[in-house]
């Protein structure tokens, strides 16, 4: 296994560590707020445990951009992933410095919980098992779970008045 691919894998855990703890956050936020989508029209409703997190993700985001960049070359999708990152960045420090949006901020941490499903992918192809039914069910899960998010009447899109 090359050092890139070994950094890459830390990386990967890093990443769904992080993933985890924010979709869990989000989930025990949406589980235990009654009336938390009435605030999917409210921009300026805030969320504490956003607040609390915030330095969390924050780090996460620039600790990773931090290995995407030493390993820019070596690395497949870091183009990608910078773009992410930097968009992330930049609304989440939004929503901390400019008080709202707090709950489409936990919309998109709770679509944080497929990235374990996308780090899986690279582990189960780096392993040879691409072919396989475990591939394949992944795959089915990691879609699943981006459209649960979209389609549900909570962080999907809101019905426009006529």
């Known amino acids: 296994c090359s050092p890139s691919d070994k950094a890459y894998w830390a990386a990967s855990m890093v990443s769904t560590v992080n993933a985890v703890a924010v979709a869990a956050v989000a989930i025990q936020v949406f589980v235990t707020e009654p009336g938390l989508t009435a ?7 805030s969320v504490p445990e956003l607040e609390s997190w915030g330095g969390f993700f924050l780090g996460y ?15 497949s999708g870091v183009e990608a992933t910078t773009v992410h990152h930097v968009i992330g960045m930049v609304a989440y420090w939004r929503v901390l410095t400019g008080g709202f949006c707090h709950f489409h901020a936990l919309c998109g941490w709770l679509l944080e919980a497929t990235t374990p499903f996308v780090n899986q992918r690279w582990f189960l192809a780096k392993a040879g098992w691409s072919g396989t039914l475990a591939y394949k069910a992944n795959g089915v ?12 009447s909570s962080c999907g ?3 426009q008045p006529v």
Do not use: K, M
Request: hydrophobic residues 50%; proline residues 8%; charged residues 15%.
């Open 39 to 45: 605030l999917a029209d409210d921009l300026h409703a």
């Open 61 to 75: 985001f620039v600790a990773d951009q931090l290995g995407n960049a030493y390993w820019w070359r070596e690395w």
């Open 141 to 152: 899960v990691l879609v699943l779970g981006w459209l649960a998010p979209h389609s549900s």
């Open 157 to 159: 899109p809101s019905p």
